[in-house]
């Protein structure tokens, strides 16, 4: 494998891990070409019409990486960077994460290229009722089921249910982080922002340290940073630094989480509390902390600023946040890196919970559904830890190839390989 190079893009980065994986179970070309690439992708034109009554024209994308263990599965995300090279690596990363939690779904994500702050609810609902018609051709309840990601939530789903049910017939295993009044699951909403946590707390205690003595950074305070915050908080961790793209305040004594998150809710952004010191954007990646959370966009930490970055755990949950570059300069100092595929698969284990709510008409109390998150996550986070120990190598390489491995048999079982 060619050393990677930092002007690769996101789904070449992936790959570049992907093939890392690969290399290790030599894998036979065949396999490496089908899962290295996308079984469908589709460009639609998303026309909408302002409040104003003027249209803009904008582009959504879905793309479905893999199918070999079952239903595609992914969210959907409303950002100006959700092109389709983003959009297929998201879409990979969701094969790969479904399969190491081992939930019985493919990988697949959608994305319309727009910037959601800049709709009204009414232009946001019209975008959504449209873009569902125009996929509607490729989704379905047993064929490919979105979800929240950046920019969306359980409005979004509840449009996308509602638009896709005006064909269908009353579907809500159609979505999945749907309002609870629709047959969303309890304790989804907080899921990614609780599994960071939980496979955070594992790895640091298999550093021999206790989260009462740790400082957290979190890089990102929507669904799932904010949700991390309070869990994190109630778990003992000194939380002494959070941002958002409004701004990134630091405390080195701690931050009052529920205070702050009042704060948020009044005035929409962490950036100007009044009880913290305001720092640099991208100084929160480099702060003397114990473990760092990026919970934002990906491609965050690079060649340029892996060197400055001061935690030896680095939990991802945001998708991809650290290049293949800089994945090898943190490993190679020691930097223990919870990969995406681990830390971030709390909200798609919730979602596969709330899919088979919604197949068998049956609701689980919100304790049934954190136990068996965590009895699973925690699960998922020892087979690789497991299998990095014995084979002397990152969690990240250690979950590639496992997850590579499950892809590559259920695929060759079926029979296309
Ligand atoms: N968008 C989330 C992710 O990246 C959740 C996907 C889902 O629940 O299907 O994992």
Known sequence: M???TEDMTPFEAVNFFFHEAADQLRMPDATRDVLSGTYREIRVQVPLRMDDGAIRTLYGYRVQHNGARGPYKGGVRYHPHADLDEVRALASLMTWKTAIVDVPFGG??????????????AELERLTRRYVAQISYIIGTYRDIPAPDMGTNAQTMAWMMDAYGQRAGHSPGIVTGK???LGGSLGREAATGRGCIIVATEAVRDLGKDPDDLTLAIQGFGNVGSWAARIAKAD???IVAVSDVHGAIYDPRGLRIPDLLDHVAETGTVADYPDAE???????LELDVDVLLPAALGGVITKSNADRVKASVIVEGANHPVTPLADHMLADRGVTIVPDLLANAGGVTVSYFEWTQNIQQ???????VNAELRKRLIKAYQVVRDYARTHDTTLRR???ILAAERVAESANLRGYL
């Open 2 to 4: 060619a050393e990677p």
């Open 108 to 121: 697949a994500k959608g994305g319309v290229q727009v910037d959601p702050y800049e709709l009204s609810s």
């Open 179 to 181: 309002p609870v009044a």
């Open 236 to 238: 003992g961790y000194n």
């Open 278 to 284: 305001r720092i640099d954007d991208d100084a929160i």
């Open 362 to 368: 049956f609701h689980w109390e919100e304790d049934e």
């Open 398 to 400: 250690a979950a590639f």
